[in-house]
């Protein structure tokens, strides 16, 4: 009899389980087949919701400088898809004061948080920012971490001058 109950609630399980699933996607107030934009803010057209890959200008009209946070900004501007092309635009350093800045890759989660260059790769030095800004193009579906790394990472310890991404596959609609 215990096996025969155990066997009904599994069934009830994963009856539940795929009716909960396929409802998921289902957005009532647009009809079915509107899966990968359902509750969307914008709608139906997310910014970033394209066939073609996007350019994205880090911070927007901000740019690249102390200050400002990043992280919130990659929240807000996601998500990024393969071939997406980051653009870095900084003031290059100032003879009279100022803190320049730079973008350096870092290769893990570990080295974002602690804010860790010993293994880090500089992609653009203070000077590359200027102008039309550095361009850094997403190759892969891995997570990328960015930082300054100028005055030992300074910029980077206070958390607000690093932000990760984490492009993804872009699927046909």
Not at 10 to 16: A, D
Not at 29 to 37: A, D, F, L, V
Not at 115 to 131: S, T, V, Y
Not at 134 to 162: D, R, W
Request: contains cysteine; charged residues 15%.
């Amino acid at each position: 009899m215990a096996l025969a109950d155990a066997q009904k609630f599994m069934f009830l399980v994963v009856f539940s389980f795929m009716f909960v699933l396929s409802m998921a996607n289902f957005n009532y107030g647009r009809g079915p087949g509107n899966w990968n934009k359902t509750n969307c803010p914008y709608g139906n057209n997310h910014p970033n919701a394209t066939q073609t890959s996007n350019k994205f200008n880090v911070g927007g009209s901000e740019n690249w400088h102390y200050g400002f946070d990043y992280m919130d900004w990659a929240r807000k501007n996601g998500p990024f898809f393969v071939n997406d092309t980051l653009v870095f635009k900084y003031d290059p350093p100032n003879p009279n004061g100022g803190f320049p800045h730079s973008v350096y890759l870092l290769p893990n989660y570990w080295s974002f948080i602690k804010c860790d260059f010993r293994r880090a790769k500089r992609i653009a030095n203070p000077n590359q920012g200027a102008g039309e800004g550095f361009e850094f193009v997403l190759k892969k579906t891995q997570p990328y971490f960015f930082a300054c790394g100028e005055h030992g990472g300074i910029h980077c310890n206070n958390g607000t001058m690093k932000f990760v991404v984490m492009p993804l596959k872009r699927w046909p609609y």
